[in-house]
């Protein structure tokens, strides 16, 4: 953390309640949270979830990292396609 001890579980709640409020940089850094694990156990089904919402608003952070996902199939099908229209987008 900076200038607080750094609190991943509570960093997580924090961007959970602005990402509920349909805020697309905390919906990004939600996903985040699932997809490394950090705060929350590691849950690629919910890191999607949350960067399809955000990358829905026009994020690029979540439209690139989306893309990735389908590029690598991680937490979705493989698709190469998905993952050109995304990163396009981004």
Request: glycine share 12%; net charge negative; with cysteine.
């Amino acid at each position: 953390g900076t200038g607080v001890d750094q609190d991943r579980a509570e960093a997580v709640h924090m961007y959970r309640l602005a990402a509920n409020q349909g805020y697309a940089n905390a919906q990004y850094n939600h996903g985040h949270c699932y997809y490394f694990g950090h705060g929350v156990d590691q849950d690629y089904a919910e890191a999607i979830r949350w960067y399809r919402l955000a990358a829905d608003q026009g994020d690029a952070d979540a439209q690139c990292h989306l893309g990735v996902c389908y590029e690598e199939g991680t937490g979705v099908d493989q698709d190469d396609a998905e993952a050109a229209r995304l990163f396009r987008l981004a």
